[in-house]
Every structure is written in C-alpha cells, then in structure tokens.
C-alpha cells in the first residue's frame, strides 16, 4: 500500500521442500494470513556451501538494502527486502528484477510484478519470468588471467548448469579469434566484464563490452569489479550498472591482487 513498508523474501531449497516454505513464509507474514504472494522459480543445480548474492530493483519503490547474501548449505535459506512505496504512488502494477549472482557472476536473473494497493485475502502469484545462464562470455584483461581463472573455475564446480567461455581455454590457434570473440559474444546468455585499471586501459576489452553492448543491449552486461571504481572509473555507456562489490574490501584486505596501487 502507498505510504507503507512491505518486504519481499527470498527463499532458497530443494524441489521437494517447497510446499514447506511455502508454510514457513505465512508464518514469517503473520499477522497478515493468507495474503501471502508466492512465485517459485528453478531448479539451479547449486552446490552446497554457494554464497549467493542477490540484488533487487522495483520500479518507483525504495529499498534501503538493495544487496543480500543467502548461503546454500543444503538447508533452507532465505533473505528478506524491506521495500517502501512512496505516499504519492498510484495503485497499479511495479515491475521488478533480482539479479542471482555466484562468486560475483551473474547465474539467473528474475523479472517479476508487485502490485501497489489493495490485494486479495488470499494466497495468490506474482507474475515472474526468470533466466537462467548457461552459457557465458567471459572478458578481461591479460594482467588479470590468473585472477578471471580461479574465480571462474570455482564459479563452474559450484554451479553446473554454467559455461564460461575464456579466450584463451577455449580459442584454438586455427581459428580466426576476432570473429570467433564476436561469435562467442553473440551466442553468449550473459557477457561478464572482468573490470579493474587494467581491462580500463586494455583495447580489447573496450572492444569485446562495445560488442556486446552493440549485439545485445545494457542488460546483457554483467561487471564483475575486480577492484574499487575509485581506481577504475566505469565507462559512460555502462554508468548505470553496479560496479562495487562488498567482497572488494575483503580481498583488499586479505592482500589480494588488486589490493595495492
């Protein structure tokens, strides 16, 4: 309702625990019943211990907390959102979007409508269309290939559904790179950017995110900073997508690669 706080929940299980969350969320929305809103999306083949980070976006709703993480440990996991709908706002439909990321890439992305005013007393669907990745584009700068590798390949063992394709596993020496790199990009379900000083001052990288954006728009763009934007400035055309990560303060912490001038 306008004027009024509410909070979307995400929830994360096997296929047959569903009816049991489904149980779990009334009772985290008592007093509110059975006005309860439920969409369930998967399955992701996830192994246990995954970190996930999930960031949410509602159209002309605020969100304090925009960034969560829901650990994967083989039990129940959920995170909750605290959404505030403006006192001004008409009632009518909100479109929204989760983007589900591991290790700091993009596995699935979640559109979904909130509705704003009065609902039904009764359990009923938020319409959601997800995406799933399978396939990815991986780009970088050559300084930071060991870096890419090692993300990448715990990324793959924990997700399976998931394919990164990386110049220089996947490029053979007989075939015409270029217009393999395009190819790769145009087949690719989500374009990672690897970003940091060295992929800001690398002509190919500024050229493999020009195509992609070119091919498939601003939403097939997932950065993945490998370090702060105060040390790599974002490019004008992506200034709209995140570039910061908390993990960063971490690795900075911890001496990792990037964490030196």
Not at 25 to 49: C, I, N, T
């Amino acid at each position: 309702m306008p004027a009024k706080a509410c909070e979307i929940r995400f929830w994360v299980h096997i296929e047959g625990q569903r009816q049991e969350v489904v149980e779990y969320a009334k009772q985290f929305h008592a007093p509110y019943g059975s006005d309860l809103m439920v969409k369930s999306e998967g399955p992701f083949p996830l192994q246990r211990g995954a970190r996930l980070s999930v960031r949410i976006k509602v159209e002309g709703v605020g969100c304090a907390d925009d960034h969560k993480w829901v650990i994967w440990a083989g039990e129940i996991g959920s995170t909750t959102f605290v959404l505030t709908v403006p006192s001004n706002a008409s009632a009518g439909t909100r479109v929204g979007t989760a983007s589900v990321k591991l290790n700091g890439c993009q596995i699935a992305k979640m559109s979904f409508v909130l509705m704003v005013g009065a609902t039904e007393s009764e359990t009923s669907v938020i319409p959601s269309t997800t995406t799933c990745h399978r396939n990815a584009f991986a780009s970088y700068a050559s300084e930071d290939r060991v870096d890419v590798l090692t993300r990448v390949q715990g990324m793959e063992a924990a997700y399976k559904g998931l394919k990164v394709f990386i110049d220089v596993v996947d490029l053979r020496s007989a075939q015409y790179w270029e217009s393999e790199l395009v190819k790769q990009i145009s087949q690719a379900d989500v374009f990672y950017l690897f970003w940091c000083r060295h992929a800001l001052a690398s002509e190919w990288v500024a050229k493999e995110w020009q195509w992609a954006f070119d091919t498939k728009g601003l939403d097939f763009i997932d950065p993945i900073p490998l370090e702060g934007p105060e040390y790599a400035p974002r490019p004008e055309k992506l200034a709209s997508k995140h570039f910061n990560d908390p993990l960063l303060a971490f690795i900075a912490a911890a001496g990792g690669a990037h964490s030196r001038i």
